[in-house]
Each structure stands twice: as C-alpha cells, then as structure tokens.
Nanobody, 121 residues
Framework: QVQLVESGGGSVQAGGSMRLSCTPS????????MGWFRQTPGKEREPVAS????????FYVDSVKGRFTVSQDNAGKSFFLQMSSLKPEDTAMYYC??????????????WGQGTQVTVSS
C-alpha cells in the first residue's frame, strides 16, 4: 500500500511563506488527483487545493486563492503546496491526499500523516 509522506510544516510569522511536500512511498499511476486538506481542532477537515497531475486543472478554496500554489516536480514523484502571505487563520494540520483519476477524481483514499502549520500574528 502506497503511503504519502509529508514534510515542511512548522511555525512562521504572519506574512511569511512555507512549502509543504508530499512524496508517495511507492509507484502511483499518473494522472492522479492530488489534494491538500487542512483541519483545526473541533472543525471538519476542509479541502484547500487540488490538481490533476500533468494538467492545468487546479482548485483552490477562496480563502487561499492568490496565496497558495500547488505543483509537482518534473518527475511527478513529489507534490508541493507553496503557501505565501500566511495568515493566523491558516494555522492547521495539513494533509496531502491522492485519488485515482477515472475521468474524474474518485474518493481520496491515500493520505499523508499530516504536518502542523502554525502562523503567529
């Protein structure tokens, strides 16, 4: 079973930047839907951004548009969430996830372990 390994979380001051990485532990078929989600205590996990590898198809929740960018490396082996102009309300546990592409993104069935992002004012 392929696992997703995340890295890159930590603490940053408001206005700063941070990049999260997500690397599958094994082979995954492309194209694949890669998503980033976040969750704070007591709240539902919310989708933040997603994209279909090898395409220009992306999604960003309104609260992060213009500040967050999803990408992948040239080999398609790692995926990134570049976060800029961070705000205290971006503080959350961030998760990457993968879903099979079947002409649409199926259910996200591979999840990373999560990485904490804390933005101080």
């Amino acid at each position: 079973q392929v696992q997703l390994v995340e890295s890159g979380g930590g603490s940053v001051q408001a206005g700063g930047s941070m990049r999260l990485s997500c690397t599958p532990s094994g082979f995954i078929w492309h194209p694949v839907c890669m998503g980033w989600f976040r969750q704070t205590p007591g709240k539902e996990r919310e989708p933040v951004a997603s994209f279909l590898t090898g395409s220009l198809s992306t999604f960003y929740v309104d609260s992060v548009k213009g500040r967050f960018t999803v990408s992948q490396d040239n080999a398609g082996k790692s995926f990134f969430l570049q976060m800029s102009s961070l705000k205290p309300e971006d503080t959350a546990m961030y998760y990457c996830a993968a879903a099979d592409w079947r002409g649409y993104c199926s259910e996200y069935n591979k999840w990373g372990q999560g990485t904490q992002v804390t933005v101080s004012s």
